[in-house]
């Protein structure tokens, strides 16, 4: 009996990820860079960066900005009260450009947390037509911002964020970040979709592209200032408001060093998968047991089902069924894998082995769901 109904929730689970895995066939081109910016030069663009004892991270992210042509205005880095060089080094990009400026992060109160409350700081003093937040650890290329905005015009989105071309230096983040990333593919969907549902759109606050009058009577960025999905809280929540929301694929606009080993990609990277404070929890859990059955069981049930032989109580069909669709789950795996090959600048063996990883990156994920983060960047979620 157990065995039987494994069979039956494991293909309803790898019937859910096939539709939605489906949708990438709608999916629009990747987004090109705009070098020369004329097309964009009717309007103006704000970048906000949050930083917080970035000095080791965020050079590339400031001369990357610096080499961004029209339609940029300023950057505004909001500083949160860095102890290394972070302020030295955006004081420095500032002198010699002097679309830059740092300001301070205001006093936050109890129970916000860093990165949005920075970033609702700086989207408050913009004086762009458009606000696109920008991670530190990003390496803006050229003509980003301006290809970013040709393609929000001619989808007619009033916000959209991409999907990065990822570095992961180590062979052990090589490993896990591809896993960690199936792990959003298998609830969202791939990216380079712009008609999600509300409550299921997806979004990357690596780099994300708002007009500013839309996020302004939408309550502004402090929507998510208690958040650690502020990107999809914010994305979903103009989404209910009637904005047209999109999720691009942009390798070619920026690259992203986010987690260098495995084990800063353990620890750090699944506090803003969990998605506990901007899903609904019956969607919340549902996407948990899909992972569960269509990411992390398929090669520990194929392995059981190997070593056990003809010692189990069951019949044949049984046993033939969950061959055959644990099987199809492992391909569906593979296939996936190469899909998003391009999404990775270093791949090599670790990449490709990235599905041993999934049992173990599925069961992280579903613990932040039980246990949420409490910090950001090493300051409580609860200070002051």
């Known amino acids: ?40 030069s009717d309007t103006t663009v704000t970048v906000v960066v949050p930083a917080r004892n970035e000095a080791a991270r965020i050079g590339p992210c400031l001369a990357g900005l610096g080499a961004q042509r029209q339609p940029l205005v300023e950057v505004i880095v909001v500083d949160g009260h860095s102890t290394d060089a972070t302020a030295a080094l955006v004081d420095a990009a500032a002198e010699r450009d002097a679309r830059f400026r740092r300001i301070e992060e205001p006093p936050r109160p109890a129970g916000r947390v860093g990165r949005p409350w920075a970033i609702a700081a700086g989207c408050a003093v913009a004086r762009g037509a458009w606000v696109m937040v920008v991670d530190a650890d990003t390496a803006p290329q050229p003509g980003m ?39 959003l593919i298998y609830r969202f969907g791939p ?9 299921r759109v997806m979004a990357n606050g690596q780099c994300m592209l708002m007009r500013r009058e839309v996020l302004e009577c939408a309550g502004g960025y402090g929507v998510a ?41 353990w620890r750090a990277w699944p506090p803003s998968l969990h998605m506990r404070d901007a899903t609904r929890p019956g969607w919340r859990w549902l996407d948990a047991l899909v992972l569960l059955l269509a990411q992390a069981l398929p090669i520990p049930m194929l392995l059981f089902l190997a070593l056990a032989g ?36 270093r791949r090599g063996v670790p990449y490709w082995l990235a599905p041993l990883a999934d049992p173990f990156t599925v069961l992280r994920v579903t613990w932040t769901m039980i246990a949420p983060p409490r910090e950001w960047r090493g300051a409580p979620h609860s200070a002051a």
Do not use: K
């Open 145 to 183: 911002i301006a290809g970013a905005l040709n393609a929000a015009r001619r989808l007619e989105l009033d916000a959209v964020s991409f999907a990065p071309r990822i570095i992961a230096p180590a062979p052990g983040a090589r490993w896990l970040q591809p896993s960690f990333l199936v792990t």
């Open 191 to 199: 990216a380079g979709l712009a008609d999600s549902a509300a409550d």
């Open 310 to 345: 003809g010692r189990l109580d069951a019949p044949a069909g049984v046993i033939a069924g969950l061959w055959v669709v644990n099987g199809a789950l492992l391909l569906m795996r593979a296939l996936l894998a190469f899909a998003t090959a391009h999404s990775f600048a």
């Open 225 to 265: 200032d208690d958040s650690y999905c502020d990107d999809i809280r914010v994305a979903r929540h103009l989404a209910q408001r009637g904005a047209r929301v999109g999720f691009l694929d942009g390798p070619r606009l920026l690259d992203v060093t986010m987690y260098p080993t495995a084990r800063e990609t």
């Open 1 to 40: 009996m157990m065995l039987s109904l494994l069979l039956a929730v494991q293909f309803a689970a790898l019937l859910v990820v096939g539709v939605r895995l489906a949708r990438g066939r709608r999916r629009l081109p990747e987004v090109e860079p705009d070098v020369a910016g004329t097309s964009a």
